[in-house]
């Protein structure tokens, strides 16, 4: 057993405090069933383990604990990591002690008892169900609780081949994409003049309801209505409701005390800055109306709170957004502040009564300074001051933003872009069904994918739109957007016709100018075409090669010509030489001609590259020798060309002032 671990049972025995409050007082000792983290004002509050067997129970909390501990020494701000990562390795732990049966993790340092867990860990999973597992093994491995470390080759094999990874977010295709912008953007539209009336509507709702709710308890002398009794008054509630002036006045609205038409408001505005800013789900929670601002930039931003890779530390940030977001998030917030005002009523009663931490009051308040908060308004105060978080929940199942009002019908255009933007979900869009999943990830994937397949944007935008700390996540996100775009213009005849005709047209244009125009030809395939055309001339003909002919030859294949950097062009179509580079240190190319217009062009870089070539040597750096042996070496290649051409310049001797001895 090594120190470490013996050090940290001791500790153990006294049942310490593993959470403190704002005021480094002790709030949750390790054994409690709930640590409360309210004081770190992280997005997670809370880590309970009321699911987890007792006889597990205590063993994960002891060594969530030591790694804790160990985190805080290791760091320089006394901190462990996010509260949302010790949640996935408290889940982790549990996942080895129900399947091993047993929780004392110090034996897995034993090969015979780690070959007994290892065997019941087969099909615990997808790959990387399997490599989280392994992970939290080995993060007590580094804590040194345990000399187990795993690598790829034992954790592949508990892959489960049935269960599929959550895998990459998806991509809509364009016409599924622009549904759902049109849809949440005329909603957002219609519904914010009407704002503050809805809100209004909302908070007669409540204010006679709960009258009613009272009432009922007392003609019934109880004190909690029965399921029954409380279906009785809902319905009777509802149909009264129904009846009110407010239901017409606002178009298509209805009054639901549990949220559900609020509900759809609040997604349909949360879509809306997400399809416009990319956000991420809790940077978006974190968003409120005083969000948007366009004056300082003529670009709008929207700004909120990211905890991404900061151990879950919140850092105030910005996303460039368009104005529409401005009107989500007015309609969002302002829509909702009967339900923020009466929300925060309870709070208050709560804070005052002793049943809520100055912590967790302070938590919860923040939480209604969201545009997104919770619709769901029940009739016991209590609830509301349970509740872990008061901000509007878009987590739920992958699905939980797709909605029917987006009424999508996907095509067979529609499947076929899909299965080429997500190859690893090839299939599960069908002809005539909707999207399979809507989640936040999913608008910030397609938000990338929109901006690089429309050349709007490039990975650098991505990574600082996304808030990505690695440009390879940037390019991992904008994945198979420029297939998709190759593909589109692949799939527009009228357009690539038009890129055919350029082509030809241009290269029949490089071939006239060879042939009819040009009064001097050189490089080894010029100089041939030169001699071919004095013999023509001296036959007699004023044109060597009319353009119907040129034609002709190009559409045949007969002639084919390229442009190269170096000046001039090549007519060999099966080329593999780098002439830029090889002009210089091999035997010039036998398919190369230069026209005077070329060589003309030649006599401009040679001056660009005779004042680069001055003013690197002035620096007398001998770090500069090969790039100024290499400069030279190409400003005395293009001479020759010169001369054949008649174009006078004078000759280039300058000498490279530092030279290694």
Known sequence: ??????????????????????DKNGVSRVFDVEWDFHALNQNKKAISFRHIDEKYRHDIQSYLYAQMQWQKEKS???SHVAVSSLLKRRDHLKAIATRWGKSDFSLLSSEKEWKRCSKTLHGVGSEGTCRAVASTVNALNKADLVSRY?????????????????????????????????????????????????????????????????????????????????????????????????????????????????????????????????????????????????????????????????????????????????LALELAYDATQAARKYSLKRLDDGYQNSLLTQDQYNAKKQDLESA???????????????????????????????????????????????????????????????????????LRRSFVVFMVKNRLGNALTVKYQLKHRN???????????????????????????????????????????????????????????????????AQGEEIVMSRSELVALVRSGDKSIVLLPTGGYCTNRNCERLCSLMDIVEAPCEHKVVTDKAAKRLSRERDNLIASFRAINDMGDYANELILDARKKKILSIEPTLVKHCIPFESFNDDIKAVWS
């Not at 057993?1 to 704002?22: C, G, H, W």
């Not at 009407?194 to 308890?217: G, V």
């Not at 279906?231 to 178009?251: D, G, L, Q, Y």
């Open 76 to 78: 320089k701000s006394n």
């Open 1 to 22: 057993m090594s120190k470490k671990l013996i050090q940290f049972r001791q500790e153990l025995a006294e049942n310490p405090y593993v959470t403190f409050d704002s």
């Open 150 to 326: 795993v690598h790829k080759r034992e954790y592949i094999k508990w892959v489960n081949p049935d269960t599929e990874d959550g895998g990459q977010a998806i991509a809509f295709p364009e016409v599924i994409h622009v549904i759902i912008l049109r849809t949440v953007v005329e909603f957002v539209e219609t519904y914010h003049p009407y704002r503050h009336q809805i809100s209004e509507a909302m908070e007669k709702l409540y204010t006679y309801q709960d009258e009613m709710f009272n009432a009922e308890q007392k003609a019934l002398d109880v004190s909690t209505l029965t399921d029954r009794q409380m279906m009785t008054f809902s319905k009777r509630m509802s149909n009264r409701a129904s009846k009110w002036p407010e239901r017409k006045a606002i178009p298509d609205f209805s009054f639901h005390r549990r949220g559900g038409w609020l509900g759809k408001l609040l997604r349909m505005c949360f879509i809306c800055v997400g399809l416009f800013s990319a956000a991420r789900r809790e940077e978006l929670l974190s968003m409120n109306k005083e969000s948007y601002d366009d004056s300082l930039a003529a670009v709008p931003k929207v700004s909120g709170f990211s905890t991404k890779g900061n151990k879950g530390e919140k850092i105030y940030t910005t996303w460039n957004t368009a104005p529409i977001a401005k």
């Open 471 to 537: 440009i390879n996540m940037s390019n991992w996100y904008a994945n198979y957007s420029e297939l998709a775009r190759t593909k589109q213009l692949l799939m527009d005849t009228q357009l690539m016709s038009e890129f055919d005709e350029a082509i030809e047209s241009s290269a029949v244009d490089a071939w006239d100018e060879i042939y009819n125009v040009s009064d001097t030809l050189s490089g080894a395939e010029g100089e041939r075409i030169a001699q071919n055309k004095a013999e023509r001339l």
């Open 372 to 442: 997104f908060i919770s619709s769901d308004i029940p009739y016991d105060s209590e609830v509301i001051i349970n509740k872990s978080s008061l901000k509007y929940r878009v987590d739920g199942a992958d699905g939980a933003l797709n909605m029917k009002e987006f009424n999508i019908t996907a095509t067979a255009e529609d499947v076929e872009e899909f299965d080429l933007l997500n190859p690893d979900r090839a299939g599960i869009l069908k002809v005539g069904g909707g999207l399979p999943k809507l989640s936040p990830h999913d």
